[in-house]
Every structure is written in structure tokens, then in C-alpha cells.
């Protein structure tokens, strides 16, 4: 009987679960020679339901309109499969999803929060903003994307490193505060404007600086980038972690696909003999 594994790797957990399939109950009183041509009509179709699966049936659940609001290409393309592996009684193979990544971060890792829930997946953004002081201790403990406020469905990907190039050349802005307003009066650049910053001691050259840029108001903690008009926010401060609830069910929407396309494909192929 052929037999599916099914796991996740990666986010420091192993998410996994096997499905069992009995072609017998599928289509019925077997010929002896379709038991002799079972073994490799049940090899097809397994590899058949892992890859519409993993290309097709996935996919098309977490794009947008479906379980996600945003879902790149690269994390459309990150559930992948193994070719089955044929076994004396079973069949086996896997579906997981992609837990590298060369550049930026694993699909595992910022998916495992909407699998099983709890604090948001905290990216290299996020992490290099910790290391500059940024974020933890007396700063605020999250920086997400202002996607209201610039009306758009997601940052550009170089907006993240051009952002963070530009406020980490401002000596981290972590104590020291000696900054000139014209070296970031031209647009396209950005601030990073700490939460409370008129009431902390040893601002004041930073705060007068962010007046300076927003036509002498000081906006709510975030980064923002620098505009003729005056700041436009593009990244907001938040003094928590946001909280994911369960909401992509991998496991069943995996299981599920692999099992019905599993028993379409094996009647199929058995008929075609």
C-alpha cells in the first residue's frame, strides 16, 4: 500500500504526518494482472499527487485572494516535494516546504507563525535593527511595513536594505544625536524616528532635526522616508510582538490534495491498461 510522509522543516520544529492508501478500496475487484501492474500505475500516480500538490493545489490556496493577503513568488514556489522512493509494501515520498533561502529569509521560518500560531516571524529586518539598538530595551519591539499609508500591496524588496543603509549611517541613533537637517533634506532618503523622541534627554538635536523635515512636527515612531512634502512614513514602530492565530493549515490542505489526487490518477492509470 502506498504510504505519503508529509513534513515541514525548518522554525526549530518538525511538522509531520503519514497517509495510507489502500487501491484495493479505491476501484474495486483488482485482475491479477492489475496486481501485477499496480506497483508502478500507484508509483505515477503518487508522483502525480505530490506535484500538482506542491505546484498547483498549495499555491492556489495561500495567493492572494485565498489564505494570504500578500504571498511573493518565492513563497509560491516553496513547496516542494521528493520523487517517491519504492518499498517492498509501500511507496514514499514528502512534501515540506523550502527552509533555505541564498538571500533574505527561508519560507519555513516566517510560514511557521501562520501554521501553528504565535509571536510573528522576527526577518533579518528585524534582527539587524535589534543588533543597531533600533529595536529592544528602550526602543520599541517591532518594525513592520506602513502598507496603508503608502497604498501599496508591499515595500519593494530593496526598500528594506536602502532603509536600513540610510538610518544606520546616522551612527545608529542610538545615544548620539549630533546629526545636521540639510544632509537629509533631499528626497529619497530616510529617518528613523524613535518612540517619545521630544521627551528624551539628549534628543534634542534629533528631534529639531526631524521638525526641521516635517514641517516642525514630530509623527509617531517609525521609519520614514524623506519627501519635498515632508515624511512619509514607511515603517511603524510598534512597543510589542505581533501575535499570529493559526491559519494555514498545511498538514490537512497537503494531505487532503495527495489523497484525492492519489485516487484519481491511480483509476486513470489502471484504466488506461
Keep these: 500500500m502506498p504510504l505519503t510522509s508529509l513534513g515541514l ?24 494482472i492489475e496486481k501485477v501492474l499496480l506497483p508502478r500505475a500507484s508509483f505515477q500516480a503518487l508522483h502525480r499527487a505530490v506535484f500538482r500538490t506542491t505546484r498547483e493545489i498549495l499555491p492556489d ?7 494570504f493577503k500578500q504571498a511573493n513568488r518565492f513563497t509560491l514556489n516553496s513547496f516542494l516535494y521528493d520523487r517517491p522512493s519504492a518499498f517492498s509494501d509501500h511507496l514514499k515520498s514528502r512534501i515540506y516546504i523550502r527552509d533555505d533561502a541564498p538571500k533574505g529569509n527561508a519560507p519555513a521560518d516566517y510560514l511557521s ?18 543588533r543597531k539598538g533600533f529595536l529592544g530595551g528602550a ?7 506602513a502598507l496603508k499609508s503608502i497604498n501599496r500591496s508591499g515595500l519593494a524588496k530593496g526598500e528594506y536594505t536602502k532603509a536600513l543603509w540610510a538610518i544606520s549611517a546616522m ?10 537637517a540639510r544632509a537629509y533634506k533631499s528626497q529619497g532618503k530616510y529617518v528613523w524616528v524613535p518612540p517619545n523622541l521630544s521627551e528624551q ?19 509617531k515612531a517609525g521609519i520614514y522616508k524623506v ?14 510582538i505581533p501575535q499570529n492565530a493559526p491559519k494555514f493549515n498545511f498538514s490537512d490542505i497537503a494531505a487532503d490534495s495527495v489523497r484525492n489526487v492519489f485516487s484519481e490518477e491511480l483509476i486513470k492509470n489502471l484504466r488506461r491498461i
Design 9 to 32: 522543516r525548518g522554525g526549530g520544529f518538525l511538522f509531520s504526518m503519514e497517509i495510507v492508501f489502500k487501491p484495493e478500496e479505491l476501484i474495486g475487484k483488482i485482475s491479477q
Design 61 to 67: 490556496r495561500v495567493k492572494p485572494p485565498g489564505i
Design 113 to 130: 507563525p501562520q501554521i501553528v500560531g504565535g509571536n510573528a516571524y522576527r526577518t533579518r529586518f528585524q534582527r539587524r535593527l535589534e
Design 139 to 145: 526602543q520599541d519591539a517591532y518594525m513592520m511595513p
Design 171 to 180: 551612527n545608529d541613533l542610538r545615544g548620539n544625536y549630533d546629526y545636521e
Design 201 to 219: 534627554v539628549g534628543a534634542e538635536a534629533h528631534a529639531r532635526l526631524i521638525r526641521s523635515l516635517n514641517k516642525g512636527r514630530i509623527p
Design 227 to 240: 519627501l519635498k512634502s515632508g515624511l512619509k512614513q514607511r515603517f511603524i514602530s510598534l512597543p510589542y
